[in-house]
Nanobody
């Protein structure tokens, strides 16, 4: 069993930056691929970024490429999402997710564990 706790959300002005963190419990973190997803009001949950067990392979949605960076620190059981040049359309609840496998995925249904989410609001 893996428990995920997100932090770092908040209110930021357009063009600003935030870093989300996701702390994972359990001794298998280094074997878990991780992902970030988001859900805006009235919309379906969508993929943001994912990372494999080693951190050497990452994927990101076209809408965040060049602005968001996913990374992980296996020694700290933590995955990060650095978000720069934020836009109002990035406003959503951001969820951290973990897979029981080393390979990253862009598909929400392939993740086994989910955090409770953290709100990110981009507004002036």
């Amino acid at each position: 069993q893996v428990q995920l706790i997100e932090s770092g959300g908040g209110l930021v002005q357009p063009g600003g930056s935030l870093t989300l963190s996701c702390a994972a419990s359990g001794r298998t973190f280094s074997s878990n691929a991780m992902g970030w997803f988001r859900q805006a009001p009235g919309k379906e949950r969508e993929f943001v970024a994912s990372i494999n067990w080693s951190g050497l392979t990452t994927y990101s949605h076209d809408s965040v490429k060049g602005r968001f960076t996913i990374s992980r620190d296996n020694a700290k059981n933590t995955v990060y999402l650095q978000m720069n040049a934020l836009k109002p359309e990035d406003t959503a609840v951001y969820y951290c997710a973990a897979r029981n496998t080393i390979a990253a995925s862009t598909t929400a249904g392939r993740y086994d564990y989910w955090g409770q989410g953290t709100q990110v609001t981009v507004s002036s």
